[in-house]
């Protein structure tokens, strides 16, 4: 197993978005649980979770979405609606 520099952010296996993003149980928040980070002087990896409201949440996705516009390979082309 090749050794993890300082700092370096490793995804674990299996951990896909359905375990990275998740609502809260009032469904008012949405939860981004960042992989745990390995710092110096910490015994334990550094574990960050950020909580996002509705509003934070559509401002991220209007981000992404120009940013994506922006990215190489360009998005797909929608399919013809009848």
């Given at each position: 197993?090749?050794?993890?520099k300082?700092?370096?952010i490793?995804?674990?296996?299996?951990?896909?978005?359905?375990?990275?993003?998740?609502?809260?149980?009032?469904?008012?928040?949405?939860?981004?649980?960042?992989?745990?980070?390995?710092?110096?002087?910490?015994?334990?990896?550094?574990?960050?979770?950020?909580?996002?409201?509705?509003?934070?949440?559509?401002?991220?996705?209007?981000?992404?979405?120009?940013?994506?516009?922006?990215m190489?390979?360009?998005?797909?082309?929608?399919?013809?609606r009848?």
């Amino acid at each position: 197993m090749p050794r993890r520099k300082r700092g370096e952010i490793l995804m674990a296996s299996g951990s896909g978005p359905a375990n990275i993003w998740t609502l809260s149980e009032d469904c008012r928040k949405v939860r981004l649980a960042i992989p745990p980070v390995n710092l110096a002087g910490l015994a334990q990896p550094l574990k960050l979770f950020l909580d996002f409201d509705a509003g934070a949440v559509d401002q991220v996705i209007d981000r992404l979405t120009v940013l994506r516009s922006r990215m190489l390979p360009p998005p797909p082309v929608a399919g013809k609606r009848n």
